[in-house]
């Protein structure tokens, strides 16, 4: 069973995400990890965001075992993830692992913003999750705060407003809810009751717990 999990930014698709691989045993791809592998690559290289070839070979040689998680969730790697993106030649390089990963035996939980669209549009089970910018931004304040990130609200709400906008509004493989989705808006959702949320809707799609 493939689980295609998209949705802007902070909207909490990765706990989901997390969530369902544990409850159905299925491994799980956060494919945001790899945008962000490319956008701090090119940061660390001082590639410019319009060096394509450049950010192309980046892409290629972007090497799994090395992402460090942690260190690609601060601040300013979200931006970069998200302008390189933007770049049609660093999701052709991306693209083939992502479907491989989506397409293993037994199926995969990934979440990103088009997996349900171009990754894995044969997905037997879609969810849109979103959530109002600023509840989103207090949820990803919170969670910089907690990393003792100095940043205040009003910098994180411009920052998810102006990636929503450049996800949604790009050419390549745009950040569009797949027609066969179903959406799970958790604004007045908290951890628990959205992830509960989310475990009905695949039951109820697969006809099991
Ligand atoms: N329903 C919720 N209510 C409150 N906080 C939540 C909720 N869901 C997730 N969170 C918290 O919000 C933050 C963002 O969640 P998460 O990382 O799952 O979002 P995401 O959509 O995967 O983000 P990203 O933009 O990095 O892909 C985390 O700190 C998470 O613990
Ligand atoms: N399938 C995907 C996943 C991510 N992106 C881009 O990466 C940026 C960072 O992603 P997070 O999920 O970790 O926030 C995001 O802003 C997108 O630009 C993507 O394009 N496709």
């Known amino acids: 069973m493939i689980i295609a999990i998209d949705g802007p930014a902070a909207s ?3 706990t989901i995400a997390r969530a369902l691989a544990g ?13 962000r592998g490319v956008g701090a690559a090119a940061l660390a290289s001082g590639t410019g965001f319009d060096d394509i070839p450049a950010l192309a070979a980046l892409a290629a040689g972007l090497d799994l075992a090395a992402l460090d998680e942690e260190a690609l ?16 030649e660093v999701r052709a390089a991306l693209l083939k692992l992502q479907r491989d990963f989506a397409r293993q035996p037994g199926g995969a939980v990934l979440d990103g913003r088009d997996i349900g669209t171009v990754i894995a549009p044969e997905a037997e089970v879609k969810i849109f999750v979103t959530a109002t910018p600023e509840a989103r931004a207090e949820r990803r304040f919170s969670e910089l705060l907690k990393r003792g990130e100095a940043v205040t609200f009003d910098q994180v709400l411009d920052d ?15 950040l569009v809810q797949a027609p066969d989705a179903i959406t799970l808006d958790n604004t007045g959702l908290d951890r628990d ?3 509960a949320r989310a475990l009905a809707i695949v039951a109820e799609r697969i006809g099991r717990n």
């Open 23 to 35: 409850h159905h045993r299925l491994p799980h791809l956060d494919t945001g990890l790899l945008y």
């Open 193 to 195: 009751a959205s992830i």
């Open 160 to 174: 998810i407003r102006r990636r929503d906008a450049r996800d949604s509004g790009r050419a390549a493989a745009p």
């Open 12 to 14: 909490g698709k990765g």
């Open 73 to 88: 969730k601060a601040g300013p790697v979200g931006e970069a993830a998200s302008r390189v993106a933007a770049v049609p």
